[in-house]
């Protein structure tokens, strides 16, 4: 990541693979992550909120709104 921009894409394949090693627990992992570097890498902090919100999309049981279900 350092050096280069990080694509959503990066965000997803991280958010997988933190769901697959910790299942239910990955987002609030993620936003404890997020938590640690707040106040010494504010970049590094937004992009494990940003893991954070789809680590929690990915465990989400049901759809919001008007989500289509797949």
Not at 2 to 7: D, I, V, Y
Not at 44 to 62: L, N
Request: zero cysteines.
């Amino acid at each position: 990541m350092a050096g280069s921009l990080l694509h959503e894409r990066e965000v997803w394949e991280a958010a997988i693979f933190l769901v697959s090693k910790h299942g239910k627990d990955a987002p609030d992992l993620a936003r404890f992550r997020a938590g640690q570097l707040e106040e010494k890498d504010a970049l590094g902090a937004r992009i494990w909120s940003f893991i954070a919100d789809a680590a929690a999309e990915i465990v989400r049981a049901e759809p919001v709104g008007h989500e289509r279900v797949h």
